[in-house]
């Protein structure tokens, strides 16, 4: 039962241009969304969270929007960077002391 | 200075053996959690365990024991290895064991094969 769903296995983007990347989930009680990225042979390393309060948090280049009713929020990599290619995991949990359960990861490959 | 590490890196076995996976952390963080990423790349929480007291136990088989020595260091102990214990084995660790609100630090991973 995948309760936080990536669709898009892989993604290629020019560089300069906007990354997107998206994700959906099921389960209603989550109220706290982040995404890690993870590069070959690493440990996946956190980017960015955002509260189920909030519509939009923002970081340097990447901002994460989360559509409650929708229950499905994306990432935006703006400028995108070759640096940025790098698998992308979108993970969500009830918050306080509960897990977190992380999608499928999306492959982002930034094209020079 | 590795913040978390896992050795060894490449573990290769045959079925039926008994295995053992380290973790440490030099972070000074609390808690800490062994994830499972199997071959379709999902990244399943295992156990957690919080100042070395048992957290979070997933519907993991028996087979697997968690032991934590001290709060720095998190080991997985594997009995009777079977082919589907294949997968990238990573460590973590995080401030306290409120992980919506601490960013977990993952170690490199250990990629176990059961052949």
């Known amino acids: 039962d995948q309760q936080v769903k990536q669709n898009s296995p892989s993604l290629s983007v020019q560089e300069g241009r906007i990354s997107i990347l998206n994700c959906d989930y099921t389960n209603s009680m989550f109220d706290y969304f982040l995404w890690y990225k993870k590069y070959p042979a690493e440990g996946p390393t956190f980017l960015i969270s955002i509260s189920s309060i909030k519509d939009k948090n923002e970081d340097g280049r990447f901002t994460v929007f989360l559509n409650k009713s929708a229950k499905h929020l994306s990432l935006h990599i703006v400028p995108s960077q070759p640096g940025d290619s790098a698998v992308y995991f979108c993970?969500?949990?009830?918050?306080?002391?509960?897990?977190?359960?992380f999608g499928i990861g999306t492959k982002l490959q930034v094209i020079p | 200075d590795t913040a978390v590490s896992q050795t060894p890196k490449y573990l290769v076995t045959q079925m039926g053996n008994d295995k053992s996976i380290k973790c440490e952390q030099n972070l000074g963080h609390d808690t800490m959690y062994w994830y499972k990423q199997d071959s379709k790349k999902f990244l399943k929480i295992m156990f957690s365990y919080n100042n070395k007291e048992l957290i979070i136990n997933e519907t993991v088989p028996n087979r697997f024991s968690p032991k934590s020595p001290d709060k720095a260091h998190l080991n997985l102990h594997i009995n009777s290895l079977e082919l589907g214990d294949s997968a990238v084995y990573f460590c973590?660790?995080?401030?306290?064991?409120?992980?919506?609100?601490?960013?977990?630090?993952f170690g490199p991973g250990t990629r176990l094969t059961v052949l």
């Open positions: 973590a660790s995080s401030q306290d064991n409120m992980p919506a609100y601490n960013e977990q630090f």
């Open positions: 993970a969500a949990t009830t918050g306080g002391y509960q897990k977190v359960t």
